[in-house]
């Protein structure tokens, strides 16, 4: 069965902190790695990952995927309390198909 | 830019009742995809259409059906409500772009409640 796992589920930090986000995935052929944040409302688009030990970096945010041991990270680094968030894991999987299957997500909350 | 746009925003359905959630798009992506989003869960695939007249099942689709008559439209139909398809649906389209894909674009979702 095609799944991405995240973890940790919830996660609780306080401003300034560096957070470690995980993402591990199984799937048939897989193409790409995506990283969003929600807020509420709609995901919107963080990073996408198609090349093992290229890092995707924006501000305080990056990313790298591992396609060897079939895992992604999402770093923050110097947290603010507007990064509280929901981040999701989504892979591009399949053929033709373009098939994007998220994870859990995992619920950061970032204390003044 | 519209983008992914989708209605109503808001719904409440009695137990039996059907609805469709419509959604558009202006971008001419080829790719559509139907989402639910349970509280304190990730998004699971229920429907995605990779062209006009193509559709397939994702992960959830029972209870669920779609249609792609055109590029833009890709409306999701509840024909029989339950308490269980109460949930945030979201649509998102995409284009092929390259062999890895591309990011998907979101609608504003729609927060449905069965009663």
């Known amino acids: 069965e095609d799944k991405v796992v995240q973890s940790p589920l919830s996660l609780v930090v306080h401003e300034g902190d560096t957070v470690t986000l995980n993402c591990s995935y199984e799937v048939t052929n897989f193409r790409s790695l995506l990283w969003y944040k929600q807020e509420k409302k709609a995901p919107t688009f963080l990073f996408m990952l198609?090349?093992?030990?290229i890092e995707k970096k924006s501000g305080r945010l990056s990313s790298i995927l591992d396609k060897k041991e079939l895992f992604s990270i999402l770093n923050i680094t110097a947290t603010q309390t507007g990064d509280s968030a929901v981040y999701l894991c989504a892979v591009i999987y399949g053929g033709a198909t373009n098939k994007l299957i998220f994870g859990t997500g995992t619920l950061l909350a970032v204390q003044p | 830019n519209a983008g992914v746009t989708q209605t109503p925003k808001f719904r409440i359905l009695k137990i039996g009742q059907s609805m469709t959630l419509q959604c558009t798009q202006d971008m001419n992506h080829n790719y559509m995809y139907w989402y639910r989003q349970d509280p304190g869960m990730g998004l699971k695939l229920i429907y995605y259409?990779?062209?006009?007249?193509?559709?397939d099942k994702g992960e959830v689709p029972n209870g669920y059906n779609v249609s792609r008559s055109t590029t833009e439209d890709f409306p999701l139909r509840l024909e029989l409500a339950a308490p269980s398809q109460t949930s945030v649906y979201f649509c998102?389209?995409?284009?092929?772009?390259?062999?890895?894909?591309?990011?998907?674009?979101f609608g504003q979702g729609t927060r449905l409640t069965v009663v």
């Open positions: 259409s990779v062209g006009a007249g193509i559709t």
């Open positions: 198609t090349s093992s030990g």
């Open positions: 998102a389209s995409s284009y092929p772009g390259t062999p890895s894909g591309t990011e998907a674009f």
